[in-house]
């Protein structure tokens, strides 16, 4: 029986285009949660890195409690635990840091335990906890993750993106709240617009598939929620227009935002400048890095 483990969980950019709660892709940014067994029969917990407000107390901390929906799961006693999670993804900025702490929290468990649930029986419980899978699911799995829910299960097709592909994420210096960014959407919208996702959304797992990154900038577009969450963030056309205009194959946000991300093939490096200087013009001093793809997804390191 393994008596500590440690695991990196990855970010995730979803809502990608025209993939609105469908679409997500892991990116090479980690966060690392250590477990261990120790005396006694309770929870130790040791959280640094990233704003870690909220999760301070372990029935607060969404790595506890999947750690402890594994436990449960699994027909075993939960207690004398020690957690140590570092955090580098950015909490309430759209990069997936609520599925990283869900999937390191399920991940690292069931290694401890021997592995006795499969991935696809971790993949539902992270689903559980978390309310939808397109963040969830790419970082399990890496790569490019496109899924749904079908007969209360959860459907997954997974495709490696071109090798090429990078992202460009300007993360801004505030935070936007996922259900705040959910509120501001319209309880229905119109017929050509549903259309319209519907035809780039097919493209993209296409050029996802065919690994054609002229038709995936091409299906990279959307009409269902972007617009509307723009309003909520400071400058973030402006941005947009300048990440496009330094050569971006595709641009918008990640996730419900405040982070807005652009794709390249390219080093980044031109598009990286022109979003950090339009923002700045807007008076917003955000953190851009160019992130490579993950394509392995929660694993032990």
Known sequence: MLQEVNVKVPATTANMGAGFDTFGMALAMYNTVGLRRVQGRGIRMAN??????????????LTVRAARRVFEAAGEPFGGLEFKMYNVIP??????????????????????????????????????????????????????????????????LRLQPPAELRAVAAIPDFFLSTSRAR?????????????????????????????????????FDDRLHQE?????IKGAKRVLRAARAAGALAAGLSGAGPTLIAFTDGDGAAIRQAMRRAWFACGVHPKVQVLAQDNQGAQGC
């Open 48 to 61: 640094v890195g990233a704003h870690t407000k909220g999760m301070e107390q372990p029935k607060e901390n």
């Open 91 to 156: 909490v309430s900025r759209g990069l997936g840091s609520s599925a990283a702490a869900i999937v390191g929290g399920l991940k690292a468990a069931n290694m401890l335990l021997g592995e006795p649930l499969a991935d696809d029986s971790l993949l539902e419980l992270a689903v559980e906890l978390e309310g939808h899978s397109d963040n969830v699911a790419p970082a399990l799995y890496g790569g490019f993750v496109s899924s749904c829910q079908r007969g209360g299960k959860t459907v997954v």
């Open 183 to 219: 509120k501001i959407l319209p309880a229905e919208v119109r017929r050509e617009d549903a259309v319209h996702n519907i035809q780039c959304a097919a493209l993209m797992v296409g050029a996802m598939a065919c690994g054609d990154l002229q038709l995936f900038a091409t299906a």
């Open 228 to 232: 509307q969450r723009y309003r909520l």
